[in-house]
T-cell receptor, first 116, second 114 residues
Framework: NAGVMQNPRHLVRRRGQEARLRCSPM?????VYWYRQLPEEGLKFMVY????????ESGMPKERFSAEFPKEGPSILRIQQVVRGDSAAYFC??????????????FGPGTRLLVL | KNQVEQSPQSLIILEGKNCTLQ??????????LRWYKQDTGRGPVSLTI???SENTKSNGRYTATLDADTKQSSLHITASQLSDSASYIC?????????????WGLGTSLAVNP
């Protein structure tokens, strides 16, 4: 059973370009979470999705950022018109279900975005 | 306000020594508390998870404790190894309606030196 997969692992963009980050959850997992980690800082929750639904996007900036988890295919975190402050590591996690007290999130290796 | 605070911010120990990391939280209503290990350049990996009724949980050389009354948790690492060098993150889960919201600490950066 492959773990959570993210691609690309490294992404370089110039200011104003778009960044698309992909996350394939573990097999059998239908819940996906995106986090951002700035250098020397802790993880910050961005968004929680189930298949075709956004459950909680309270941590996502209102502008330029969007996320989706379609019925088929990976979850996508999209950043439009990137700025230097978007440079960070973006981690995706998945879990099999929620509502249970001990559900664990399994993390991918992250995508490191560098905005020039 | 829901918060998780960890101490120390960073720690250096010699290989073979024990150490204890602290986590204080103000999260309500409390659901569970987890400790994650994050190696440099990698995603976090779950070490332990404890609910309200559990006050200790072990995973190999890692032992976590939870005092729900004082809202404190500790992670004890026994006989440290070089591979223990990582960031250790305390994460508290709060009930939010039908969902649970994770509140992440900033982590303790541990360096184990030979």
């Amino acid at each position: 059973n492959a773990g959570v997969m993210q691609n690309p692992r490294h992404l370089v963009r110039r200011r104003g370009q778009e960044a698309r980050l992909r996350c394939s959850p573990m097999k059998g997992h239908s819940h996906v979470y995106w986090y951002r980690q700035l250098p020397e800082e802790g993880l910050k929750f961005m968004v929680y999705l189930q298949k075709e639904n956004i459950i909680d996007e309270s941590g996502m900036p209102k502008e330029r950022f969007s996320a989706e988890f379609p019925k088929e295919g990976p979850s996508i975190l999209r950043i439009q018109q990137v700025v230097r402050g978007d440079s960070a590591a973006y981690f995706c996690a998945s879990s099999p279900r929620t509502g249970t007290e001990k559900e664990t999130q399994y993390f991918g290796p992250g995508t490191r975005l560098l905005v020039l | 306000k829901n918060q998780v605070e960890q101490s120390p911010q960073s720690l250096i120990i010699l290989e073979g020594k024990n150490c204890t990391l602290q986590c204080n939280y103000t999260v309500s209503p409390f659901s569970n508390l987890r400790w994650y290990k994050q190696d440099t350049g990698r995603g976090p990996v779950s070490l332990t998870i404890m609910t309200f009724s559990e006050n200790t949980k072990s995973n190999g050389r890692y032992t976590a404790t939870l005092d729900a009354d004082t809202k404190q948790s500790s992670l004890h690492i026994t006989a440290s190894q070089l591979s223990d060098s990582a960031s250790y993150i305390c994460v508290v889960s709060a009930l939010a309606g039908n969902n649970r919201k994770l509140i992440w600490g900033l982590g303790t950066s541990l360096a184990v030196n030979p």
